[in-house]
């Protein structure tokens, strides 16, 4: 069965440093979300993504965040320079035409 | 007032009971109603969705949307050990980028 993977599934950082968080979405999917969970709060949305760019946003996706498809698989979120309330787990998302949204396994960013 | 809420829990049954969880909704214009399962440091994976209101089976689990209330219910019949996990109701929201906003998930545990 086909499914979303996520690379580093964790990640240590300093304070200030960039990050890359990578994300395979199934292949032939064409919508691509990335979420974060802060620990025991809720998982939230961060951005969707659609032929090639940004189509929703939340306020938490400012300008220290971008995202993007480099190639025809891969689907990436940088974190430009990371902050102590960045730690959490993040979770890329895709889906089709159809609405079944299908998650990765989740990168966890500890941010010192 | 917030989007979608749910009562975190947790919930403790044993074995065999019929479990029900529970989320409200604040948008009237919402139409797609999810439950995600979430294990412990995973992603969240998709039990079922309904589209409107009314019920929807699979299996042992049974979902439920009253739209009148803005209520939505996963009932759990003959619970097992492995169904304990945090169970996530998501909504799509009314933007139509496939955003899901999720409650805060419910910790459910079976206990043999």
């Known amino acids: 069965e086909p499914e979303v993977t996520q690379t580093p599934s964790h990640q240590v950082t300093q304070m200030g440093q960039e990050v890359i968080l990578r994300c395979v979405p199934i292949s032939n999917h064409l919508y691509f979300y990335w979420y974060r969970q802060i620990l025991g709060q809720k998982v939230e949305f961060l951005v969707s993504f659609y032929n090639n760019e940004i189509s929703e946003k939340s306020e938490i996706f400012d300008d220290q965040f971008s995202v993007e498809r480099p190639d025809g698989s891969n689907f990436t979120l940088k974190i430009r320079s990371t902050k102590l309330e960045d730690s959490a787990m993040y979770f890329c998302?895709?889906?089709?035409?159809?609405?079944?949204?299908?998650f990765g396994p989740g990168t966890r960013l500890l941010v010192l | 007032q917030k989007e979608v809420e749910q009562d975190p829990g947790p919930l403790s049954v044993p074995e065999g009971a019929i479990v029900s969880l529970n989320c409200t909704y604040s948008?009237?214009?919402?139409?797609?109603f999810m439950w995600y399962r979430q294990y412990s440091r995973k992603g969240p994976e998709l039990l079922m969705y309904?589209?409107?209101?009314g019920n929807k089976e699979d299996g042992r689990f049974t979902a439920q949307v009253d739209k009148s209330s803005k209520y939505i219910s996963l009932f759990i019949r003959d619970s097992q050990p492995s169904d304990s996990a945090t169970y996530l109701c998501?909504?799509?929201?009314?933007?139509?980028?496939?955003?899901?906003?999720f409650g805060q998930g419910t910790t459910l545990q079976v206990k043999p």
């Open positions: 309904t589209y409107s209101s």
């Open positions: 998302a895709s889906k089709d035409k159809q609405e079944t949204q299908y």
């Open positions: 998501a909504v799509y929201g009314s933007s139509n980028t496939g955003k899901l906003i």
């Open positions: 948008n009237s214009a919402f139409q797609y």
